[in-house]
């Protein structure tokens, strides 16, 4: 017999003892909606012979439906993947005074009024005369991710002409966004110089000594590759001392935008504003969410004139950031100026996090569990920094790993957690890297993998 025909109607559920609460809090409209969704997955499920679902069942996954439609999302998880600029859970994690600073933005405030004068203000005027202090440029404008950064400037400065760009940039970072595009998106004409592994001033020169109509020098930030071998790029300051002998300005699309170096923590030179902005480049633009460590944001720096004219254009109406943004950046962006940024930037706090550090509380939290049953070991890993910046790179970490039957089941179970915990597996194990995990977070990751431990642990998915 056909198992489908044995699920309990809708009517019925409503009327059973169980419902009675979930109707009291969400009306039962809304509950009649969760138990059809809730019965529709079951029958799916339901493969003849198979009993039926209980009652209960059917109400209880009802009621995590009817939880999870009134939660806002994107919803809060714990990062045990140990990389820092995961893209897909929201990039840069924000500081506590960005978050004040959201929370104090989003009642009135003087956007764009001038609290001296009684009149009208600049809504930029604060993060811009941050941006131009942190980054020696004469002027800064902020819009929306650092695509829409690309595609103002290429509207603005090269509209309808041509825009020299070397092979070996024509890069493609996630989510669509690849510089042939969006120039093709902005109107400006792509002239393609050099080869793919290598592209020499002369390649630059060429056309510019043709006399060919072109407006700007475009140099990107490969991001997420690496090229090694028999490779050559041109320095930022050669095109633009070229440039300058054709009055042609360089645009450096950066991607990350590092405003503290790298190096200082063991990882490779990644470029920094400062450095583009002091090469000569016309406009440096980065993203805000990236090695900034501030809220999703496209930021252009440099000459006072090309600014002013972005500023003035028609889609930057379309482009600009909302009031929230530009609180939180202006809080990370003070973070620099205090010379605090290690301390109280996330991303820059867990990049400086030495390994003593993630070893002695991946120690105690993997005591813990033993304490409880639960057979966690510490091995060494190594954490990445993500969202297309130093790819390759590694800094050393530790790692809570657990050997359960069914490695997948675990995570998948850590998923279910609340809040749902992102671990990876590898060489069969679970792996939990503590460098993206906040101390004050490690209770809750403890919760969590007890709860998914005692569900499927030590026997397999039950
Ligand atoms: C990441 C990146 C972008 C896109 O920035 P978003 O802020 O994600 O829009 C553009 N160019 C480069 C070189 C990048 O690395």
Redesign the pocket.
Known sequence: MDPRRELPSVDRLLRAEGAAPLVAAFGRDVVADALREALTEFRAKLRPGDPPPSERAVLERAAALLACWHTPRPRPVINATGVILHTNLGRAPLSEAALEAIRAAAAYSDLEFDLEKGERGERQAAVEELLRRLTGAEAALVVN???AA?LLALTVMARGRGVLISRGQL?E?G?G?RIPEVMAQSGARLIEVGTTNRTHLRDYEEPLARGEDIALILH??H?NFRMIGFVSEVPLAELVALGARYDVPVMD?L??GALLDTAAFGLAHEPMVQESVAAGAAVVCF?GD?LLGGP?A?ILVGKRELLARMRRHPLMRALRPDKLTLAALSATLIHYLKGEATREIPVWRMIATPLEELEGRAQACAARLRAEGIPAEVRPTRSTIGG?SLPGETLPSAALVLRPPDPEALVAALRRADPPIIARVQEDAVWLDLRTVRPDQEDALLRGIRLAWSRVGAQGES
Do not use: E, M, P, T
Request: glycine share 22%.
């Open positions: 991710n650092n695509a690309v890069i970072i989510g966004f990107a930030h991001s699309d991607g990350s993203s990236k999703q496209g297309g």
